[in-house]
């Protein structure tokens, strides 16, 4: 919930993005309400670049916050991260992932493990250069290109998305629709659809959305801290089409 009063803010009239790449008020009052808690909280420790001296990696972050009613009628808002935090896929103050691939022993973690062994014995092969190691080699990497392949068709597979009516689809279904060939690397892993999926599952109304960088930008872009960007294109395009439908809103993504 809010931590002071919403009194100046009118609700949206539509479910609400950037606006000339502002927040809805109602937007900015929950992301400086969660800057605040990155800014002061103990609850976890990632390196965003902005202390200096800090032990990590530098990694910014895009965080999401979504304005909401829930089936009372009161005013919230929902919080989440792009990708991993801290190590981690699970904070109290955020919204869970759409699904955890940090969870122990599942198929993923086994099917990483043995592509490990596969590049460890391809290692051994090219030290020992025993005859035939080339035609092993040559093996070894088939099978590594099949077993990726399936590991990330199924990793694919396990993430289901909502829209408002109930409907859920996958990964696999949303990108094929779209034409895309596969969904890229860290689809499903914004903070957007994270934010929309907790909100129809909780049955709550969502109002207006809104991303910001937190962080050092990645050399390669050209983000920056604090500052608020639209939902990207090439990860969530497809995936918030679905999760949209049905819903008035008015800013296009």
């Known amino acids: 919930m809010f931590k002071s009063p919403q009194a100046n803010c009118s609700l949206p009239k539509h479910f609400t993005f950037l606006e000339d790449n502002k ?35 530098v990694i910014g972050k895009m965080f999401g916050v979504l304005v909401v009613r829930n089936h009372r009628n009161e005013l919230g808002y929902l919080a989440a991260f792009s990708g991993k935090l801290g190590g981690s896929n699970q904070h109290t103050k955020f919204v869970p992932p759409i699904f955890d691939s940090l969870t122990k022993n599942n198929f993923l973690n086994r099917g990483m493990a043995e592509l490990n062994r596969m590049n460890q014995e391809i290692r051994v092969e090219r030290e020992l250069k025993l005859e035939g190691f080339l035609y092993r080699i040559d093996l070894f990497k088939a099978k590594r290109r ?11 597979s396990n993430y289901h998305f909502l829209n408002q009516n109930g409907e859920k689809k996958s990964l696999n279904e949303l990108f094929a629709k779209a034409s895309y060939k596969n969904p890229p690397a860290g689809a499903g892993e914004c903070a957007g659809p994270k934010l929309l999926q907790y909100a129809f599952q909780h049955k709550m109304k969502p109002l207006a959305i809104a991303e910001f960088w937190w962080g050092q930008s ?5 983000w920056k801290h604090a500052h608020y960007y639209p939902c990207c294109r090439e990860k969530c395009e497809p995936i918030l089409a679905h999760m949209l439908s049905g819903l008035d809103y008015e800013i296009s993504i």
């Open 23 to 57: 927040p809805h008020p109602l937007c900015r009052l929950a992301a400086e309400q969660l800057q605040d808690y990155l800014i002061n909280q103990e609850d976890w420790v990632h390196n965003f670049g902005l202390t200096a001296g800090q032990e990590g990696t």
């Open 146 to 156: 099949k077993l990726s392949h399936s590991l990330q068709k199924e990793l694919f």
């Open 218 to 222: 990645p050399k390669s872009e050209q």
